[in-house]
T-cell receptor
Framework: DAGVIQSPRHEVTEMGQEVTLRCKPI?????LFWYRQTMMRGLELLIY????????DSGMPEDRFSAKMPNASFSTLKIQPSEPRDSAVYFC????????????FGPGTRLTVL | SQKIEQNSEALNIQEGKTATLTCNYT??????LQWYRQDPGRGPVFLLL?????KEKRKERLKVTFDTTLKQSLFHITASQPADSATYLC????????????FGRGTQLTVWP
């Protein structure tokens, strides 16, 4: 298996632009997680899905952030409009049937908003 | 909410020594505690999981302990090597449908020759 795939790996954009991050989880995994990592705040859970349904989005910072999972093999995290404080590394992770199972992380997308 | 503290931001030790990293938590006790390794520019990679009813878990040169009375987990790397240099994160969940995984800020370990 190729593991969790994220794209793009790097994104540089200007304030106010829309940004879309993409994730392909490991085949057969039922849970998908979106995290954000910064030096100041560490690794924060933004939202997670179970069987394509959002379960907990309380970590989403504000309405500018939205996430979708249209099918079991694809998810997007969208920021519109983007702001400089959104600059961070965004990770997608997936895990198996039981919550608390090992999470497998993708390589991350480094986002820079100018 | 759960608060997790890892003993220090950075730990420097000499090759061959045992590295000991600490993870302390407050509030409720987790059903699981996990340790991950993160290398620069990469996502965290799972290392070990220990359950609340387990005192100790080993995997090769790695050992994790879990003391629910002290609300603390210790992560040991014996016979450390420069290749062990990385950031190590502890993570807690409740094993419930709430499902959030809470991560500590991590401890950056450097093993020098």
């Amino acid at each position: 298996d190729a593991g969790v795939i994220q794209s793009p790996r790097h994104e540089v954009t200007e304030m106010g632009q829309e940004v879309t991050l993409r994730c392909k989880p490991i085949s057969g995994h039922d849970y998908l997680f979106w995290y954000r990592q910064t030096m100041m705040r560490g690794l924060e859970l933004l939202i997670y899905f179970n069987n394509n349904v959002p379960i907990d989005d309380s970590g989403m910072p504000e309405d500018r952030f939205s996430a979708k999972m249209p099918n079991a093999s694809f998810s997007t995290l969208k920021i519109q409009p983007s702001e400089p404080r959104d600059s961070a590394v965004y990770f997608c992770a997936s895990s198996g049937l039981a919550l608390g199972d090992t999470q497998y992380f993708g390589p991350g997308t480094r986002l820079t908003v100018l | 909410s759960q608060k997790i503290e890892q003993n220090s931001e950075a730990l420097n030790i000499q090759e061959g020594k045992t590295a000991t990293l600490t993870c302390n938590y407050t509030n409720y006790s987790p059903a699981y505690l996990q340790w991950y390794r993160q290398d620069p520019g990469r996502g965290p990679v799972f290392l070990l999981l220990i359950r609340e009813n387990e005192k100790e878990k080993r995997k090769e040169r790695l050992k994790v302990t879990f003391d629910t009375t002290l609300k603390q987990s210790l992560f040991h790397i014996t016979a450390s090597q420069p290749a062990d240099s990385a950031t190590y994160l502890c993570a807690l969940d409740r094993g419930s449908t709430l499902g959030r995984l809470y991560f500590g800020r991590g401890t950056q370990l450097t093993v020098w020759p």
